[in-house]
């Protein structure tokens, strides 16, 4: 770990005031993370699943569970900015954290990555519905090694928040392009392009669960300019075209709901600390 390390967003909050931060900031990035992949818990409904520990009448049982999994998942990568590095045994213990289902199944592995083909479909130009086959599985360790140098080379460098914003947008699309899992990739872009992010000081980036469309569509517009998507096999062949550019700008704006949490906590600090410094005798409130 660097000595230069910038701090934290919560730095300088009281104990009490950096523990509802962490809680909000934790609520808002796992709803609005599995709302994304169709979670049907509200905002109201992760908090009280998180905080409470109990589970909300008539919703699937998955649902908690990808909650709880996402959850667990941002305590990893909090634990991860310690580290200097980022190696694929880290990428493989948080899946394996991330996905809670326990899924017995060679063809679908927890913690590796993939071995089989995997798709979604597409409304193309012409309007009408089309297969997109991820690259394929040969073809994953080479470009994940290249996605983590990539990802070294921003983890290792002081950024701005123009920058920051940058190595999360190429963090989050290389990744889900690449689509190394057979599940969970999604969720694993929105947390591990956030390291970056978190090292440099800022709170992390949080794709609105209201922006899904947007920025799903953004995902599947950028990668429609990919020639021969299932063949790719060198990172340094992806675009770096408008489409691209615009996914960069959503991922700008998506700071918006972080952003105003730890203004607010730095104005209930500011507030505390006028009350303290009215009444110096009255005893401290423990809540």
Same mark, same amino acid.
């Given at each position: 770990m660097t000595t230069d390390r910038p701090q934290p967003f919560f730095a300088g909050l009281d104990e009490d005031i950096k523990v509802i931060l962490l809680a909000q900031v934790r609520n808002l990035w796992t709803h609005a993370s599995t709302a994304i992949e169709g979670n049907?818990?509200?905002?109201?409904?992760?908090?009280?699943?998180?905080?409470?520990?109990?589970?909300?009448?008539?919703?699937?049982?998955?649902?908690?569970?990808?909650?709880?999994?996402?959850?667990?998942?941002?305590?990893?990568?909090?634990?991860?900015?310690?580290?200097?590095?980022?190696?694929?045994?880290?990428?493989?213990?948080?899946?394996?954290?991330?996905?809670?289902?326990?899924?017995?199944?060679?063809?679908?592995?927890?913690?590796? =990555?993939?071995?089989e083909a995997n798709f979604t479909t597409l409304v193309g130009p012409d309007g009408r519905q089309h297969w997109r086959e991820f690259p394929e599985p040969a073809h994953v360790p080479a470009l994940m090694s290249q996605w983590l140098n990539a990802f070294?080379? =921003?983890?290792?460098?002081?950024?701005?928040?123009?920058?920051?914003?940058?190595?999360?947008?190429?963090?989050?699309?290389?990744?889900?392009?690449i689509h190394p899992f057979f599940d969970g990739?999604?969720?694993?872009?929105?947390?591990?392009?956030?390291?970056?992010?978190?090292?440099?000081?800022?709170?992390?980036?949080?794709?609105?669960?209201?922006?899904?469309?947007?920025?799903?569509?953004?995902?599947?517009?950028?990668?429609?300019?990919?020639?021969?998507?299932k063949s790719l096999s060198d990172l340094r062949a992806l675009p770096r075209n408008a489409e691209r550019s615009r996914f960069q700008d959503l991922c700008r704006n998506y700071w918006e709901s972080t952003m105003a949490l730890v203004a607010e906590a730095r104005q209930a600090q500011e507030r505390k600390r006028v009350v303290s410094r009215r009444n110096p005798g009255a005893p401290k409130f423990q809540g």
């Amino acid at each position: 770990m660097t000595t230069d390390r910038p701090q934290p967003f919560f730095a300088g909050l009281d104990e009490d005031i950096k523990v509802i931060l962490l809680a909000q900031v934790r609520n808002l990035w796992t709803h609005a993370s599995t709302a994304i992949e169709g979670n049907t818990l509200t905002l109201g409904d992760t908090a009280f699943v998180l905080e409470e520990g109990l589970t909300i009448a008539g919703k699937p049982l998955r649902d908690h569970q990808e909650v709880y999994g996402h959850a667990r998942g941002i305590e990893v990568i909090y634990r991860l900015l310690e580290v200097t590095q980022l190696q694929d045994a880290d990428i493989f213990a948080l899946h394996r954290v991330v996905l809670t289902e326990a899924i017995m199944d060679i063809y679908k592995p927890v913690g590796a =990555w993939k071995n089989e083909a995997n798709f979604t479909t597409l409304v193309g130009p012409d309007g009408r519905q089309h297969w997109r086959e991820f690259p394929e599985p040969a073809h994953v360790p080479a470009l994940m090694s290249q996605w983590l140098n990539a990802f070294n080379v =921003w983890y290792g460098q002081p950024l701005t928040t123009d920058t920051a914003a940058s190595a999360y947008a190429d963090m989050h699309l290389d990744f889900v392009t690449i689509h190394p899992f057979f599940d969970g990739n999604g969720r694993m872009a929105r947390l591990l392009a956030n390291l970056p992010v978190l090292r440099a000081g800022f709170p992390p980036i949080v794709v609105p669960a209201e922006g899904r469309q947007e920025y799903k569509k953004a995902i599947s517009d950028y990668q429609q300019t990919i020639p021969d998507l299932k063949s790719l096999s060198d990172l340094r062949a992806l675009p770096r075209n408008a489409e691209r550019s615009r996914f960069q700008d959503l991922c700008r704006n998506y700071w918006e709901s972080t952003m105003a949490l730890v203004a607010e906590a730095r104005q209930a600090q500011e507030r505390k600390r006028v009350v303290s410094r009215r009444n110096p005798g009255a005893p401290k409130f423990q809540g």
